[in-house]
T-cell receptor, first 114, second 115 residues
Framework: DGGITQSPKYLFRKEGQNVTLSCEQN?????MYWYRQDPGQGLRLIYY???????QKGDIAEGYSVSREKKESFPLTVTSAQKNPTAFYLC?????????????FGPGTRLTVL | AQSVTQLGSHVSVSEGALVLLRCNYS??????LFWYVQYPNQGLQLLLK??????LVKGINGFEAEFKKSETSFHLTKPSAHMRDAAEYFC?????????????FGSGTRLSIRP
């Protein structure tokens, strides 16, 4: 069954703790993306990776870190340096190439920091 | 830099009425444009996309959008709304200026359907 898996769906953490969100894909897509979604603000790009062992900062990378050791996996760590981490986090993938390519989204992880 | 503006953060229509969700873009080069739908607590699903072929693009669930270069618009329409259309809709433009082909999203429009 092809697709994008994000786990867990809901995540609760205490303030000051680091937390890692999982994103796995079996679509054989080269590019992967992490977005943050807040009410009324649409999607904001955190990090993206076009190829294994390479990634770039998006528009709001401060307080976040990523790795891309395998093509299938692009985990996102929300560090204690992120001032307001409570949000809905979406992972997306895309075949590398032109801008016509569609981004496919996972089901999301809702992170709540208490 | 490219950008997209969605007019109206919330639109409410009666079941069976026309749905019109507005999107205007800013781009110095021919854009690629997308409409996505998001149901509560789920990821985004592609409704349709414009890639410089036909200006009238048909998508899933009976939605369509028309690319109007003179108006820099890409409004989403559906002739007759169903209760299941209640969701949040995002217009997006592909950032061709970036080698990563990033997508720039609008702030979204929440569509409510009245019985």
């Amino acid at each position: 069954d092809g697709g994008i898996t994000q786990s867990p769906k809901y995540l609760f953490r205490k303030e000051g703790q680091n937390v890692t969100l999982s994103c796995e894909q079996n679509l054989n897509h080269d590019a992967m993306y992490w977005y943050r979604q807040d009410p009324g603000q649409g999607l904001r790009l955190i990090y993206y990776s076009q190829i294994v062992n390479d990634f770039q900062k998006g528009d709001i990378a401060e307080g976040y870190s990523v790795s891309r050791e395998k093509k299938e996996s692009f985990p996102l760590t929300v560090t204690s340096a992120q001032k307001n981490p409570t949000a809905f986090y979406l992972c997306a993938t895309k075949t590398s190439g032109t801008g016509t390519d569609t981004q496919y989204f996972g089901p999301g992880t809702r992170l709540t920091v208490l | 830099a490219q950008s997209v503006t969605q007019l109206g953060s919330h639109v409410s229509v009666s079941e069976g009425a026309l749905v019109l969700l507005r999107c205007n873009y800013s781009s110095s080069v021919p854009p690629y444009l997308f409409w996505y739908v998001q149901y509560p607590n789920q990821g985004l699903q592609l409704l349709l996309k414009y890639t410089s072929a036909a200006t009238l693009v048909k998508g899933i669930n009976g939605f369509e959008a028309e690319f109007k270069k003179s108006e820099t618009s890409f409004h989403l329409t559906k002739p007759s709304a169903h209760m299941r259309d209640a969701a949040e809709y995002f217009c997006a433009v592909s950032d061709l200026g970036s080698s990563a082909s990033k997508i720039i999203f609008g702030s979204g429009t929440r569509l409510s359907i009245r019985p």
